[in-house]
T-cell receptor
Framework: KNEVEQSPQNLTAQEGEFITINCSYSVGISALHWLQQHPGGGIVSLFMLSSGKKKHGRLIATINIQEKHSSLHITASHPRDSAVYICAAAPQRSGNQFYFGTGTSLTVIP | IAGITQAPTSQILAAGRRMTLRCTQDMRHNAMYWYRQDLGLGLRLIHYSNTAGTTGKGEVPDGYSVSRANTDDFPLTLASAVPSQTSVYFC???????????FGPGTRLTVL
């Protein structure tokens, strides 16, 4: 059983579409981390949040602690957004242990 | 050096050989981590270090060892490589625990 589940696993969108990627987790957490993995393999941090909402450019991340759920939204999607998006949950009192989802593979078609 | 680097980029290794993957960061982060990434599985923590001189075991530590002699370097050693250790290995660092992590470019290791 994976403590972190992401949906969908794969997503194809037309350029300009609004995209939502979901992350659900089964344990109480201290924080949730959204990461982007480029086709070349590099991993970049997008957001770290423990409540509410954060926005950076066209990316928005929200978290609902009571429902154990987070979403990553991409507005006005672009082909350069094509990547794997990974969420990672830090359980309370876990020290350094993050539980990682298996990722959502996004392809944005021109 | 800018950020976090790993070496080598890729390696093919015969089973039974010893191998050290190198990781160096110049951000003066206290915490460093080693993960492996396998197809269909999320990133899994192998070992971590909260500060120079200390290390801890993660989810999948067997067959791996680490050391943290100083703040910048966190090498991962496979004492006797086995084919199941074929994976992509990522090193990461953060400024304290449960903070945003910065990842290296990864090392693709194949054990034959």
């Amino acid at each position: 059983k994976n403590e972190v589940e992401q949906s969908p696993q794969n997503l194809t969108a037309q350029e300009g579409e609004f995209i939502t990627i979901n992350c659900s987790y089964s344990v109480g957490i201290s924080a949730l981390h959204w990461l982007q993995q480029h086709p070349g393999g590099g991993i970049v941090s997008l957001f770290m949040l423990s409540s509410g909402k954060k926005k950076h450019g066209r990316l928005i991340a929200t978290i609902n602690i009571q429902e154990k759920h987070s979403s990553l939204h991409i507005t006005a999607s672009h082909p350069r957004d094509s990547a794997v998006y990974i969420c990672a949950a830090a359980p309370q009192r876990s020290g350094n242990q993050f539980y990682f989802g298996t990722g959502t593979s996004l392809t944005v078609i021109p | 050096i800018a950020g976090i680097t790993q070496a080598p980029t890729s390696q093919i290794l015969a089973a039974g050989r010893r191998m050290t993957l190198r990781c160096t960061q110049d951000m003066r982060h206290n915490a460093m981590y080693w993960y492996r990434q396998d197809l269909g599985l999320g990133l899994r923590l192998i070992h971590y270090s909260n500060t120079a001189g200390t290390t801890g075991k993660g989810e999948v530590p067997d067959g791996y060892s680490v050391s943290r002699a100083n703040t910048d370097d966190f090498p991962l050693t496979l004492a006797s490589a086995v084919p199941s250790q074929t994976s992509v290995y990522f090193c990461a660092s953060s400024d304290g625990q449960i903070n945003e992590q910065f990842f290296g470019p990864g090392t693709r290791l194949t054990v034959l």
